[in-house]
């Protein structure tokens, strides 16, 4: 998002004011025009979307049993099952030791398997079983379109959109490092 300083430019003496070091006589500084509000920051608004996406998922998650992280993990191996660990937390941009915990829950409550790759007993490789297969028939319920109050078409517009924001702040990223 633009910084609001731009708005504070121009000439004459009140942007000779605004150029001096406020700092001095113990003066503070005015206050922008406009000052950014929280509500401003595009990155808020999706943090507080995705906490929103959290509770209106809660009610059909709860009689799962299932926390989100759970979920999204139960979803990836559906799309791809027998991932590593380091693929699964690639989809799911979680590191090994945020997704190993997850993991073992789910393993403990029946619906995947860890298992070190014979190939590769370096890597583990992580399975559904039957258990976390039917998962998905009781979870199809949650189809959360409708509370968005998007049409379809608007809904699958936005969910692209913000893909693509996500892969272009990872790749904006990427290239500073």
Same mark, same amino acid.
């Given at each position: 998002?633009?910084?609001?300083?731009?708005?504070?430019?121009?000439?004459?003496?009140?942007?000779?004011?605004?150029? @001096?070091?406020?700092?001095? *006589?113990?003066?503070?500084?005015?206050?922008?025009?406009?000052?950014?509000?929280? =509500?401003?920051?595009?990155?808020?608004?999706?943090?507080?979307?995705?906490?929103?996406? =959290?509770?209106?998922?809660?009610?059909?998650?709860?009689?799962? $049993?299932? !926390?989100?992280?759970?979920?999204?993990?139960?979803?990836?191996?559906?799309?791809?099952?027998?991932?590593?660990?380091?693929? #699964? *937390?690639?989809?799911?941009?979680?590191?090994?030791?945020?997704?190993?915990?997850? #993991?073992?829950?789910?393993?403990?409550?029946?619906? #995947? @398997? @860890?298992?070190?790759?014979?190939?590769?007993?370096?890597? +583990?490789?992580?399975?559904? !079983?039957?258990? $976390?297969?039917?998962?998905?028939?009781?979870?199809?319920?949650?189809?959360?379109?409708?509370?968005? $109050? #998007?049409?379809?078409?608007?809904?699958? @517009?936005?969910?692209?959109?913000? +893909?693509?924001?996500?892969?272009?702040?990872?790749?904006? !990223?990427?290239?500073?490092?």
């Amino acid at each position: 998002m633009r910084s609001n300083d731009s708005s504070r430019s121009g000439s004459g003496a009140g942007s000779r004011e605004n150029s @001096r070091d406020s700092s001095r *006589g113990g003066q503070k500084p005015k206050p922008a025009a406009r000052e950014r509000r929280l =509500g401003d920051f595009l990155c808020f608004a999706i943090y507080s979307a995705n906490l929103a996406f =959290g509770r209106a998922y809660k009610k059909g998650l709860d009689e799962l $049993g299932l !926390t989100y992280p759970q979920w999204i993990a139960i979803v990836a191996l559906w799309e791809q099952d027998g991932q590593t660990v380091s693929e #699964l *937390g690639e989809k799911m941009f979680l590191e090994s030791n945020t997704l190993t915990p997850i #993991l073992k829950k789910l393993e403990q409550m029946g619906y #995947l @398997r @860890r298992q070190r790759d014979p190939a590769d007993e370096r890597q +583990v490789r992580i399975s559904l !079983t039957d258990s $976390g297969r039917r998962l998905r028939e009781k979870g199809m319920h949650m189809d959360l379109v409708s509370s968005t $109050g #998007l049409k379809p078409d608007e809904f699958a @517009r936005l969910q692209q959109t913000v +893909v693509t924001l996500r892969d272009n702040l990872i790749k904006a !990223t990427a290239e500073e490092a």
